[in-house]
């Protein structure tokens, strides 16, 4: 087989292979979900706080313990005054008796059992840990929400990244063009040499360009690669086109209330504040008396030698009851770690009004850029198509002489960047409606997934295939 066969052979091939599928947003969601290190941090650290609950619990269950000695000891003991009485003895009254072990070997065991049963500290304490568990949950949900969030922004950065990219090859392409045209003109005598320099000048600032714009694209595949976990040359990223983007969008007015009683961030502050009080009221609870019901048991064994001869000593016990205790005096530690808690709790309540304050600022953003973020695509619509007309009529008079080169260079140059900026609206408003959503605590899976199938509907568009992205 001929070399020219099988290089026709390969090219066959190639243009058999199937498209490459444009990564989704929620496919990208999905994978960022098992390899995003700060959603893994996140992740554990639910978990974590989720056994706070069962520790809540615990205080209130019984607990027993188990002790157990052995070691050498020496004991003497003197007892005065004692009445004796044995069988065929009778009764003897002060009657002494004096015990004596050296060194000798001793073992002991206890088992004790507690089981609370009023206590003001134990229940500030359990309400405690039952708070920072639903703080453990809030914290969770506002992780999941950030990384969806984060995800987006990536994902857009990447895709207008990309797309800048392709811009700016297509104009590099006409650029070259234009200065292989000029530089023949000039060969010709049909222009002068300022025009050749103008677009040497032009094909040098547009080269640069690219270069930057490749470098740019690497660094933020790689940044949503290790997101990911996706190979960053193999990203195809869906681009908005006109009909990805929602015009309508409920009143301010319902955005503000939603934030105000399901904002992740103000939930949590609000769970800070609970726990803070709770921990102010343990401290108050520590002056207060507590009851358990306590059983003991337990042996003592010594045995050895002594001053009179060879002993030991058995003692067993055995008891049920209840316990009271009363704080009388800690040297005004209480005081102190409660007047520390009470301080710490107002400055909790004030960071949750600081929240509150950001959290209604942050949404009235989002909001008027959604609002005015429609309008400025309608704009910058109408804005390309005059550009590109304007490009049309300008190719068309340069053609004729009645436009130079510089001319002709300007408004390829702004026919671009009105491009490049309706894709960049087109991409911000998608993701002020993604934060919106998570300021109001209501950015999940289905919102990923309308924003999905909608890039996929305009990708899909006649025109298209001008947005396919090459990595």
């Not at 498209?19 to 390899?35: G, I, K, N």
């Not at 003897?92 to 059992?113: C, H, K, L, R, Y």
């Amino acid at each position: 087989m001929s070399s020219q066969s099988i290089v026709l052979l390969l090219v066959a091939g190639v243009l058999l292979l199937p498209a490459a599928r444009a990564t989704s947003l929620v496919e990208a969601w999905r994978a960022a979900q098992e390899h995003d290190l700060e959603y893994a941090a996140a992740r554990d650290a639910h978990e974590a706080g989720q056994a706070r609950r069962a520790q809540g619990s615990a205080l209130w269950r019984p607990s027993v313990s188990l002790t157990g000695t052995a070691g050498r000891m020496s004991s003497n003991t003197e007892t005065n005054g004692a009445q004796f009485f044995a069988p065929g003895f009778g009764q003897s009254n002060n009657v002494a008796f004096n015990t004596s072990v050296n060194d000798g070997n001793t073992e002991s065991w206890a088992v004790t059992a507690r089981q609370p049963l009023i206590s003001r500290e134990r229940l500030a304490q359990s309400r405690q840990l039952d708070l920072s568990a639903d703080l453990a949950e809030l914290q969770w949900r506002e992780a999941r929400q950030s990384l969806m969030l984060r995800m987006a922004e990536r994902y857009f950065d990447v895709a207008l990244a990309g797309e800048s990219l392709r811009v700016l090859r297509e104009q590099q392409a006409a650029v070259e063009r234009a200065l292989a045209e000029v530089q023949e003109r000039f060969r010709l005598g049909d222009i002068p040499i300022t025009d050749t320099h103008e677009a040497t000048a032009r094909a040098q600032a547009i080269k640069a360009q690219v270069l930057a714009a490749e470098t740019d694209l690497q660094l933020k595949q790689i940044a949503i690669s290790d997101m990911t976990g996706l190979p960053p040359q193999s990203l195809q990223l869906q681009i908005p086109g006109p009909g990805s983007v929602e015009a309508e969008v409920a009143a301010l007015g319902h955005w503000l209330d939603e934030a105000a009683t399901s904002n992740p961030s103000l939930r949590m502050q609000a769970a800070n504040v609970a726990v803070a009080q709770q921990e102010a009221a343990k401290f108050r609870a520590t002056a207060s008396p507590s009851l358990d019901l306590v059983a003991k048991a337990g042996r003592d064994h010594l045995s050895g030698s002594g001053d009179f001869g060879p002993a030991s000593n058995t003692a067993s016990s055995g008891m049920i009851g209840v316990q009271l205790t009363v704080p009388l005096f800690t040297g005004g530690y209480r005081s102190a770690k409660l007047e520390e808690a009470l301080g710490l709790a107002d400055k909790a309540k004030d960071e949750e009004a600081r929240t509150r304050q950001q959290v209604a600022l942050r949404t009235r953003a989002a909001w008027l850029g959604l609002t005015v973020g429609a309008n400025r695509v309608a704009a910058l619509s109408a804005a390309l198509q005059a550009s590109r007309a304007r490009l049309d009529a300008t190719r068309l008079g340069q053609q004729v002489g009645d436009r130079t080169t510089l001319d002709l260079l300007n408004a390829e140059n702004d026919a671009a960047s009105a491009e490049l900026n309706l894709v960049q609206a087109r991409m911000g408003l998608i993701t002020e409606r993604l934060r919106l959503a998570a300021l109001a605590g209501a950015l999940d899976e289905d919102q990923l997934q309308a924003v999905s199938i909608a890039l996929q509907s305009s990708s899909e568009g006649p025109g298209a295939e001008a947005h396919q992205q090459q990595p």
